[in-house]
Structure formats: C-alpha cells, structure tokens
Antibody
Framework: QVQLVQSGPEVKKPGASVRVSCKAS????????INWVRQAPGQGLEWLGW????????EYAQKIQDRIALTTDTSTNTAYLELRSLRSDDTGVYFC??????????????????WGAGTTVSVSS | DFQLTQSPSSLSASVGDRVTITCRAS??????LNWYQQKPGKAPKVLIY???DLKNGVPPRFRGDGSGTDFTLTISSLQPEDSATYYCQQSYSRPSYGFGQGTKVEIK
C-alpha cells in the first residue's frame, strides 16, 4: 500500500540543525511532489515547503525560507527536510505529505492525500 | 499571501446535529479549497478537495460548498467519530499552500 514512513523523534539544542526523512513506498516516487507541514504543540497546521520529486524544484514558506532545505534521493525514494539554526519555537511535529491532483477540464486541483505519521522535534537547552 | 479564516474556532454539538464550518479567503481562490480532518495524535486526512469533491471512502454526510472567497464544510448528521479538528487549505497558489487556523468539533 501507499505509505510514507518518517524517521524517529529528535531532541536538539537551540542553534543546532535537524534532518527528518520521509521514505515513500507503494507508488512511483517521482510522480508526486512532497510537502512538509508542521504543528507546534496545541496549535494548527503550518505549511513549510514543497519539493518536486521529478526535478528537485522547491518552494518554501516565506517565514522559514532562510533556514530550511528540502531534498530528495530518488535512488531510495526518500525525501528530506533540513532545518538549521533551531529555536524553541521550532518544537513540534513535522509531517511529510504526498501531493495529488484531480483534473477538471483544464484545471488541476491539488491536495495532500497521503501523510506520514509525523516526526517530533524538540528544541530545548 | 492568501489568508484563510475559519469560523467558529470551536463548537460543541450533539450526535445527529447538522454542523457547518466556514472558511473565508482573503482573495478569490476559485474552487481551490480543500478540507482536512485531524484527530489527536494523528496525521490529517483529506475529506474534500476542489471545494466540493468528496475523497473516495469519505462518508457522504460530509459536504463541501462554495467558491471564490466563501466556503463551507457541512456534516449533515454528526457522529461520535467526527470529533476532530477540521482545517481548510488553499491550493490556488500551489506550490505554495496555506491552512486555516482550524475548527475543533466536540460531541456534547
């Protein structure tokens, strides 16, 4: 079945970097882009970024664009999120999600149809 | 940046009630609006895409309506398993996305 399996929890100190992985299986990895979304404790969903698994193009949320890097390894069907200069407000659960679309006439309607279980990142001194 | 504002932020209703959640966009986004359900400790799950298309496997008591700036998610007959937080998401500016702040639905 289609699934995204994320790496385990991380505990980091402020100023450090973290790398979270997301391994895809059950579908053609290069056929669907991957998005990353995070959720601070007790808060809502925050979109962080998008990466094309086909050509590596990326798009980042303005708020975080100077500290985030999304990459993929098509040989292992894995997407990665790296976040640098961690702060306490980066604490939360980080989700990867597959992008899908439905086409009606000439319009493509995109949505996130398969999600990883989430990776908890804790930033504390 | 497109802003999505959901209302109410939370609600409490009884089993069998009809529940409506509203999502308003700061600018017209056509029908590029999705709805997700998230239960505690779980990843979100897509319910509705393109404003009104029901994702395969989602019960038909969930209905999405709207276009432009005003959208609604309606649960026609609330069930105990519908207790969750619901988020709208715009895909008009894809590959850049955005979410509403969420609406928590509780069962009385």
């Amino acid at each position: 079945q289609v699934q995204l399996v994320q790496s385990g929890p991380e505990v980091k100190k402020p100023g450090a970097s973290v790398r979270v992985s997301c391994k895809a299986s059950g579908y053609g990895f290069s056929t669907s882009s991957i998005n990353w979304v995070r959720q601070a404790p007790g808060q809502g969903l925050e979109w962080l970024g998008w990466i094309s698994t086909y050509n590596g193009n990326t798009e980042y949320a303005q708020k975080i664009q100077d500290r985030i890097a999304l990459t993929t390894d098509t040989s292992t069907n894995t997407a990665y999120l790296e976040l640098r200069s961690l702060r306490s407000d980066d604490t939360g659960v980080y989700f990867c999600a597959r992008e899908q679309h439905n086409t009606v006439w000439d319009s493509h309607y995109y949505f996130l149809d398969v999600w990883g279980a989430g990776t908890t990142v804790s930033v504390s001194s | 940046d497109f802003q999505l504002t959901q209302s109410p932020s939370s609600l409490s209703a009884s089993v069998g009630d009809r529940v409506t959640i509203t999502c308003r966009a700061s600018e017209s986004i056509g029908m590029y609006l999705n709805w997700y359900q998230q239960k505690p400790g779980k990843a979100p799950k897509v319910l509705i895409y393109a404003a009104s298309d029901l994702k395969n496997g989602v019960p038909p008591r969930f209905r999405g309506d709207g276009s432009g700036t005003d959208f609604t998610l309606t649960i026609s007959s609330l069930q105990p398993e519908d207790s969750a937080t619901y988020y709208c998401q715009q895909s008009y500016s894809r590959p850049s996305y955005g979410f509403g702040q969420g609406t928590k639905v509780e069962i009385k």
